[in-house]
């Protein structure tokens, strides 16, 4: 089983749109990461989250501690969205963490004018 | 502003051949991260590297694998005899406390 479990795996929405992507985890985390994946092939780092919630322009994600979940929300999309969102967390093991992430598998965002 | 290059974009090489992939972290940065990306996969940590030391690797890190930072500014993964399967792209992160990371563009790697 995977540590990381994002759904949904692909997801088409019209420009406009309010866009939901979800990830749940199954181990202790430290924090976790939302990534944009370019289809280049970069990746950027989107948010760092440990608890509550985090806002930067139309882009919010949340995380629900408690029940190992974490949610990224993109308002009001735009074909300039369309790239591979990825979730990926500081597994907690107990001793000192270096900072390894462990990845899920992404979602594929298609916004279409 | 600051950010992690990697060099070079695309390596391609011979089953067996040896490699090395560089990358110049963010100067300030103290955890430096290889992770890699095989087609149609989710990215996959190999290894942090942290105070001159590995701090950290993942069962795929195995013999055939190194790193080094053989000064203050560049960060190597060497592949001692590639095989098939190692063709993937490879990226290196860097960060300053072991928190947010920064990522650069990757390498390609293709092994014939």
């Known amino acids: 089983k995977n540590e990381v479990e994002q759904s949904p795996q692909n997801l088409t929405a019209q420009e406009g749109e309010f866009i939901t992507i979800n990830c749940s985890y199954s181990?202790?985390?430290?924090?976790l990461h939302w990534l944009q994946q370019h289809p280049g092939g970069g990746i950027v780092s989107l948010f760092m989250?440990?608890?509550g919630k985090k806002k930067h322009g139309r882009l919010i994600a949340t995380i629900n501690i408690q029940e190992k979940h974490s949610s990224l929300h993109i308002t009001a999309s735009h074909p300039r969205d369309s790239a591979v969102y990825i979730c990926?967390?500081?597994?907690?093991?107990?001793?000192?963490?270096?900072?390894?992430?462990?990845f899920g598998q992404g979602t594929i965002l298609t916004v279409h004018p | 502003e600051p950010e992690v290059t990697q060099t070079p974009s695309h390596q391609v090489t011979q089953m067996g051949q040896e490699v090395i992939l560089r990358c110049v972290p963010i100067?300030?940065?103290?955890?430096f991260y290889w992770y890699r990306q095989i087609l149609g996969q989710k990215v996959e940590f190999l290894v942090s590297?942290?105070?001159?030391?590995?701090?950290?690797k993942s069962e795929i890190f195995d013999d055939q694998f190194s790193v080094e930072r053989p000064d203050g500014s560049n960060f190597t993964l060497k592949i001692r005899s590639t095989k098939l399967e190692d063709s993937a792209m490879y990226f290196c992160?860097?960060?300053?406390?072991?928190?947010?990371?920064?990522f650069g563009p990757g390498t390609r790697l293709t092994v014939l």
């Open positions: 181990v202790g985390i430290s924090a």
């Open positions: 100067s300030n940065h103290l955890y």
């Open positions: 590297f942290y105070n001159n030391e590995i701090s950290e």
């Open positions: 990926a967390v500081n597994p907690n093991a107990g001793g000192t963490s270096y900072g390894k992430l462990t």
């Open positions: 992160a860097s960060s300053a406390s072991g928190n947010e990371q920064f």
């Open positions: 989250l440990s608890s």
